[in-house]
C-alpha cells in the first residue's frame, strides 16, 4: 500500500498550546525517546519489571550454528546430548531475531478532548505514541499503529522507516486536530473496533501499545484482549485527567455529555470524597483486569509530559532509599 508524504506541519487549529498536538513538537519527542525500554530486562522499580508485572516477551530467538565451546561462551547455552556424543563441549549459538513489529493504538475520541493541567488527555496521548513509536524505530524493530476516534480509525503498517512514522505521527495530529466541543457523538465501541483489527493485523510475536482512557472498556474488551495476549504483547497506557479524581471546590456545576446535563454541587466534601473514591475504585479494577492478562499499565496524568512520565514509569534507575 502507497501512503502519501506527510508535511512536518498540519494545516488546522492552533497547534502546541497544550489543547493540540503540534507535529514539530512530536518529530522533536524523537530525541527524548531513551533512558527506557519495552524489553523484559528492567530496572527493579520499573512497572515492567518481574514476571508479577508483566511477561513482555522482547524479540525471539533464532538458532544459528552448533559449535565448540569457546572460553567466554555461556554455560547456559551448552548443548549436553551433543557434549556427551563427541565428549567435547558443545555450544548452541543463537541470534535476537530484528524487525519485531509494535503496533501502537492511540485513542483520539472525543473522551480524550479533556485537560485541566497542562494538556489534554489526547494531546498526552500524542505524545506517547510518538514517543514509543521513535523508540520502537532506535531499536531496529518496526512501527505502525491504528489512530481511532468516534467516526472511525486510520491504520498504518508497521515498517521500519522515518517516513512510516512521520505517516503514522501525520495520522494523529490528523485525527487530534478533528477534536472539537461540537464533535459529533461519543463512540465508547471504537476501542473495541480497535482492537479488533489489530488482532487480525498481529496474530502472533508483536507488541501493542493501546494508550486511551479506558472510555467503553466492557466484557467485550476482555475477551479481545485475551485473545491477543495469547500469541502477543500488551502495554496499556492509560491517560487521565487529576480533574477525573480530584473534583475542584467550585461550587455548582452544570455538567453535559453531549446528550444529557447534571448539575451537582462541587462545594460538598462528601460528594468530592466519593468522586474520588469512585475513580481510585475504577482504576484498581482496570489494574486488576490488566494484572489477570499480564499487561503492564503505564497510568499518564495530564499534568506533566508524557517523556517523563514514561522514564520513571518504565526505564530510569532510582537511588536507592537512605537507611
Known sequence: MDYPRVSRRAPGPPAGNGVYASLDELVRLQFKARGFSFLPRQPVHSVLAGRHASRLRGRGLNFEELRAYL??????NMDWKVTARTREPHVRIYTEEKDRPVWILVDQRISMFFGSRIRMKSVLAAEAAALAAWRTLSVGDR????????????LVQPHRSEERVMQFLGRVVERNHRLDVHAGAANPGAL???????SRFAP????VVLV?????ADAGTRRLV???????DLLLGL???PMERDLADAGRLAF?????????DTGSRRLRERYRAAFDAELERLRHAALGYEVPVLPLHTGAGAAEQIRDLVGRHRPAPRR
Open 71 to 76: 572460553p567466554g561462551d555461556d554455560i547456559r
Open 143 to 154: 512501527p505502525g499503529g491504528i489512530v481511532f476516534g468516534d467516526d472511525g480509525q486510520d
Open 192 to 198: 473495541n473496533e480497535a482492537l479488533a483489527t489489530v
Open 204 to 207: 502472533h510475536d508483536a507488541l
Open 212 to 216: 486511551t482512557d479506558g472510555m467503553g
Open 226 to 232: 485475551s485473545n491477543l495476549t495469547r500469541h502477543n
Open 239 to 241: 491517560v487521565f485527567d
Open 256 to 264: 453535559s455529555d453531549g446528550a444529557g446535563q447534571l448539575e451537582v
